[in-house]
């Protein structure tokens, strides 16, 4: 990929240098020389192998006065590829001519003896004439890393493949690929949930706010007016659990109905709550996962509980609060009074 970036951005700088050229009101005069330019060109390695890289290297110093036209470097290699290249270094030298260097990185996969081809140069003089240098070829010999012998050399065939064998039984992989089986989907399905619950948004609101939003909405689906008795129990348990959970700092959700029974016999629910909702919850068990199908109007009258149920726990709540910011308040003035007296 980065091959083919770097022949793009070449056949691009030649095409730029090409239009330049034709741009000109003439054809530059071919010189072999001239005053305040100096170019010079060089490579790393004189002798190399076979797939080595080399650096082939343009040298351009001018005078300040004197325009230079980039040369089509790249455009004609020979027989060398670019594996990389850095254009056009441009430096301001100390008596204020100007240095341009290109690097680039080449290669070949072939012997024999070989000249990186010279390049044109383009100048523009202050009178507006332009001038073009040719740069000096530069020999490099590819050697073979088989040496002076490598026609003549017999190469002998690859021997086949040594299999080493197993110490480890087959049923020792046959065992790990079932375990993985049944732990991966476990694994995966637990990041999920916690993924879902990291990202799921905090809801500010009171927990009766949410509870009485979710009964109002419950209510407005009219599930129980078609029929969908077993949906209709699984989203009220859910607000009534939800809304407990919220309240008392539990995990109601995941709970079963002997496992909530186990946990809020121990909690001082408002009024007889406690004895109501175990029985809401045990008839919400039968019609959920016994098919059951409740009386006619059995479902308004269990969402009217649950409501009643989040109004009871909610003022109990606020009273509590109040009777509390009271009694903080007391305790302050009287640590007040002492501090005065």
Known sequence: MRYALVRLSISLATLLALTDIRGMAQEPDTVTSLPGVTVETSVSQAEIYVGDRITYSVSITYDSTIELVPPPLGANLGAFEVKDYQPDIETTLDDG???????????????????????PVIFLLPDSTSRLIMTEGIPVKVKSLLGDNADTLDIKPLKSQYEFESEIPVWYYWGCAALLLIVLPLIVWLLLRRRRAAIAPVDTRTPWEIAF??????????LVGAGAHKQYYFVLTDIARAFLGRMYRLDVLEMTTSEFDAAFCQIA????????LMSFFQHADLVKFARATPEPGR???????????????????????????????????????EKAA
């Open 97 to 119: 001519r100007k240095r341009s260097e290109t690097v680039f990185t080449i290669s070949t996969f072939t012997t024999g003896d070989y000249v990186v081809p010279p390049l």
């Open 269 to 276: 629910l408002p009024g007889e709550w406690f004895d109501r």
């Open 213 to 222: 939003e979710e009964l109002a909405l419950l209510q407005q689906q009219n």
């Open 299 to 337: 479902g308004d009258q269990d969402l009217n509980l649950v409501h009643d149920l989040v109004a009871d726990i909610r003022d109990e709540h606020l009273r509590k609060v109040e009777a509390e910011a009271r009694l903080t308040n007391g305790k302050n003035r009287r640590a007040e009074k």
